[in-house]
């Protein structure tokens, strides 16, 4: 599916974009790829948060952003913002069992679960805990969906299913049609059921893995390569369940069959609004796990170009500056994980639209660049800017985020991750008709990649976004089409999304992702000059809570 404009709408828009045609645009493709370069070389040490790697990237930020003539966007007037992180590492327990009709059935962490916890604690213990299933653990009363019921879960350990309650039902099932489909909402994702089991008492969170739901194997999630980390969260603030894990679905039927349960029989129910919380019989949870916890600071980088006439309005523009630092050595004895492409490529769109926007006349709206840390850690920095706001969500007029570019060459279209929610998806349609492009939906909404970038925690406080996400499909590229296009894509998530051959090459064409980035200065630049506020569409999860704040909104 594609957003075709017709050549009387096209040639309007030519008119009303500053720039008009991709050959004037003023994103550069080779000072891209040297900022690239230079982000992944081996004196950044792979930019992990905490590490001298996070110094020497944020001392080249605040450098690059000062140089482009920018002003510091950040805390008490400088450039920074302060994001302390809690980090741990989970030993292996000494107890990880279900006393369930009898006897005992013992988990093996990294094969039947993979217990985690991001509070700052030196030990999770947890001894006989009743077991509820939830489902999918959605509470929607604007789909007329919840799946709790009422029910209690204060010292429980909740099971959920991944993703929505649709996403395997048939056209003639009592759900179809309530959520995404095929394509992943906000509730289908697994940090949402965290949140939600946090919300409501429970002491421990499971989702149940099963590979198409999730959107990746049991070996992603298994183990937490590096330990896990969060916010430091104040005490009057939500605090996160005690434990949280993803449990294998072998284990999991299994655990059900111990109880007297079958696990598909309840996995349909879930899929019907009168579904109901079943306890697992008499199965109770333990385990005993010590953690090795320690804070770490980290900083987002933030520059800005205050606006004209309308300085309280901002337009944001993102990428993340981290990746994964240090490791295990592959096969070839190379330990950095240098994010060449994920995401030095998209820091260096922004620098390349803050230096455009900088040698521009100034717009009537406030501009402000971000490069967020800690995305690779679970989109931390943005997060810590979401409870800390420096700028009022109720006055961005949009964030725009680039995480993942593609490095084969000019396109004849983009792809857009999480199409159908706002309005600025029109922005980027006539954006790509001056360009003489199209766009083209993710062609895997089921993944949910529009819930797992920076921009997702903007969204989620009513903030419209647009995500451009080169891992989103393949691209029908000039040279070679869609299958050149798809090609890239499966070679890149195969064999080097992170990983330690995620590196720059003197090979990489870069004209393709310099459009890319060049739509976001057309959309920019419109909105920057306009008094326009996209909206929400009708049927997004994120609509109510733009329009809570309408009144702040001129």
């Not at 045609?21 to 948060?49: C, H």
């Not at 009363?141 to 909740?158: I, M, Q, S, T, Y």
Request: glycine content about 10%; proline content about 6%.
């Amino acid at each position: 599916m594609k957003w075709i404009v017709s050549p009387i709408v096209a040639s309007a828009v030519l008119a009303s974009f500053p720039v008009t045609g991709a050959s004037l645009s003023p994103i550069n493709p080779a000072r891209m790829s040297a900022t690239v370069k230079t982000l992944a070389s081996n004196a950044f040490q792979g930019r992990a948060p905490g590490t001298p790697g996070e110094a020497k990237t944020v001392a080249y930020l605040v450098d690059r952003f000062r140089a482009l003539g920018l002003r510091p966007g950040g805390e008490n007037g400088g450039w920074l913002q302060q994001v302390p992180l809690v980090h741990n590492i989970a030993d292996t327990p000494t107890r990880l069992e279900v006393g369930v009709g009898g006897s005992t059935l013992p988990l093996l962490a990294g094969r039947d679960i993979s217990p985690q916890t991001i509070r700052p604690i030196s030990r999770v213990t947890i001894i006989d805990a009743p077991m509820v299933f939830v489902g999918y653990g959605v509470a929607a009363p604007e789909r007329n969906w919840d799946d709790f019921k009422g029910v209690d879960l204060h010292g429980k350990v909740a099971i959920f299913l991944v993703n929505d309650p649709d996403f395997e039902a048939g056209p003639d099932e009592p759900v179809a049609g309530k959520f995404g489909g095929r394509a992943m909402t906000y509730y289908g994702r697994w940090t949402y059921k965290f949140e939600e089991a946090a919300r409501r008492g429970a002491i421990a969170a499971f989702v149940v893995h099963e590979t198409a739901a999730a959107g990746y194997g049991w070996n992603v999630v298994s183990h937490a390569v590096g330990g896990t980390y969060d916010i430091v969260r104040a005490a009057d603030q939500p605090q996160p369940v005690l434990l949280q894990a993803w449990m294998s679905r072998e284990a999991t039927v299994g655990l059900f069959a111990r109880a007297g349960l079958d696990f598909e029989v309840l996995k349909r129910q879930a899929r019907d609004p009168s579904f109901r919380p079943v306890q697992l019989g008499d199965a109770r949870f333990s385990i005993d796990m010590a953690i090795k916890t320690e804070r770490v600071e980290s900083r987002n980088v933030l520059a800005k170009l205050p606006g004209t006439t309308h300085p309280d309005e901002t337009i944001l523009f993102a990428a993340h500056w981290d990746t994964f630092g240090i490791g295990d050595p592959d096969s070839q004895g190379r330990t950095m994980r240098p994010g060449a492409n994920d995401d030095a490529l998209g820091i260096a769109g922004v620098l390349e639209l803050a230096r455009a926007f900088a040698q521009a006349p100034r717009t009537q709206r406030t501009l402000v660049f971000a490069a967020w840390t800690a995305e690779e850690r679970g989109l931390l920095g943005s997060e810590s800017f979401g409870v800390h706001p420096l700028y009022r969500p109720e006055k961005t007029v949009a964030d725009m985020t680039l995480d993942i570019l593609q490095t084969a060459g000019p396109s004849r279209d983009v792809v857009l991750v999480g199409a159908g929610q706002n309005e600025l998806e029109d922005d980027l349609a006539r954006a790509a008709a001056a360009q003489g492009r199209t766009v083209t939906p993710d062609a895997k909404p089921e993944r949910g990649l529009f819930y797992r970038a920076d921009h997702f925690s903007l969204a989620k406080r009513g903030v419209p976004t647009l995500l451009l996400m080169g891992i989103g499909g393949g691209v029908d590229l000039v040279s070679g089409g869609r299958n050149a296009g798809d090609a890239w894509v499966s070679d890149y998530t195969a064999h080097c999304y992170h990983q330690t051959c995620d590196t720059w090459s003197r090979s990489w064409d870069l004209r393709g992702a310099a459009e890319d980035v060049d739509l976001f200065y057309r959309v920019g630049l419109e909105l920057g000059n306009s008094r326009r506020w996209p909206e929400w569409r009708a049927t997004s999860e994120f609509k109510a809570i733009r329009d809570t704040s309408a009144s702040a909104r001129p």
